[in-house]
């Protein structure tokens, strides 16, 4: 059987206690039930969950906390209740929680807690996935990217030592924080997933499996549900189950008997469930934005309720990734490189923005004939701000710049984003060549701009390998930019290199290697540090050809909404980042597309109502103006060949 009925109260309550003087971040108790008198456990006999000894069937929507601005979290949780889900289904990314080694990070669109606590005040349960590993279309699939310098024999996914050992040190300090939050201890929480997806890892390694279901037993106890998930097919089921853990599948559609079926093989009885069912699904740079028929997805989600499964939606809202967050998918040699979009709407029933549609309504629809639906808030405000015009201020290597948004160092090779200890944003790499010859870039990602006395000279795609570059001489600046690492579940790679950004490979000139290199890292977190660049390095240069890495800038004097989202069009754009007051709303690429416009809510108003403005940093193709819209544009014109 999967649960030994055994009381944890008292030991959750002492974390608890300890927690309130501890914790900065909220620390609750919920009283409308004794812990006693709740359990959520699988009845093999009746094939069926119970909660409180009841058969339960879960109907659950996925969106995920961090990308979501918190203001709005109770909005979208309203939406999702108000359209017949009693479940929420979210990751825990890593990397968002311990960016630096040792240092945990709780605030702002990262407190989990205060979610947590939103969703156990509106009675939705939840289902949580701490990974370590994700997936989910995310910046390195929640791993931060610290662990890859952790050891150069470091293997992701399995049992190896170096990385069991940071996996569990993040676990043994998460997972407690999280008792109190347990249903049984009247907290929202019904279960965790472990790992995501393993069986399409080609590890394999159920050691692995194995010890993160030990410690997370060891440490929530006997009485919390552990879940797995794996498509639908034999080898995935195979190396992705446990027979101590309850074993689900994932599917968008197709014939719904034969996938309980093959969930049924791994499990000794139990309910059938669909941990994600896909309303939509994900965009790439480059590709058409995706379309799933509003007609078909409520008929499936029908079908299954009908057959008595439980169903999480992914994505009932995808929300967006903000800075630096959008991943790529990739090959086990890093040749193939397809990075995500800015948006995450997915084609969700919840706009990116948070507004229902079509969708949205037939889902609500269904859902009620399985149980209670609720009242659903309206949708937020758009405003259009107009055109803003844009001015070049300046350029990323400015000395003003680097020294209030970044820092300057010196490597004897060029070491990666990584090796100095940056995760995405911007690293350029310097040096005088002052003889001719042929420059040979071995291996750069995400894309490299070659320049030569600071003019640009030649673009370097991450997907190209020892590209010759003819040289004259002189000033060498390689200004390489991250796309973001990849996230792809599939991918095992054995090279802990392919896993970096930056320069990757020796830089050869007439085939011998460059050393002595000057570094200039920028992170590029926000552009709060623009406002102080001294008068003269706002100034345009006489010579106007665009140079990689230009700042621009611009503000209009209306007062902004906190109560209003508004669309910002990169149209006329090439490829860069984003600030929305001083807020990095992510990436740029009007040139690939499909994406024109990023999304920018309201409540990112309230560091400057007075006036609205916009920073960009651009690295291909400028203009002179941005526009503020109502309308957002997801489906816009596509050119593959920009990757």
Known sequence: HYFIQSNLRNMAQNILLALCFIQLTTCYTITKHSAAERSFVVDPDANCFRKDGECFQYISGSMHYYRIPPAYWKDRLLKLKGAGFNTLQTYIPWNQHEPVKGELDFSGMKDLFTFLKICSDLDVLVLLRPGPFIASEFEFGGFPSWLVTESPTISFRTSEEVYLKNVLSWYSRLLPLLIPYLYQNGGPVIGFQVENEYGSNPACDKDYLTQLTAFYRSTLGNEILLYTVDGSGKHMMDCGTLPQLYNTVDFGGGNISAHF????QYNAGGPPVNTEFYPGWLSHWGSHFPSHSRTKVADTLDKMLTYGASVSMYMFHGGSNFGFTSGAKGDVAASVFVPHTTSYDYDAPLSEAGDTTMKYWDIREV??????????????????????????????MNSSFVKQCGKRTRNE?????EENHQT?????YSREVKSQGTLTLGKVRDRAYVLRNGKWLATVKGSSSNTTISWAGGKLDIIVVSDGHINTGHVHMTDIRNYMKGITQPVLFNSEP???WELILLPLGSMDCLENIPAAE???RDDTSFVPGSIYSGEILSPCDSASDTFLDTTGWGKGVTFFQGVNLGRHWPLAGPQLTLYAPGPFCAQNNSTISVQMIEFEQASDHVTLTEAHTLRGPIDPSQL
């Open 261 to 264: 079926a093959l969930q049924a």
């Open 367 to 396: 859902n009620r004939k399985f149980g209670p639906v609720f009242d659903v808030p309206g949708n937020t405000t758009k405003k259009s701000y107009g055109r803003v015009p844009m001015k070049l201020v300046g350029n990323i």
């Open 413 to 417: 090779e060029p070491l990666s984003f």
């Open 424 to 428: 995405n944003g911007v690293v350029v």
């Open 514 to 516: 460059l050393l002595r």
């Open 538 to 540: 706002h100034q345009n």
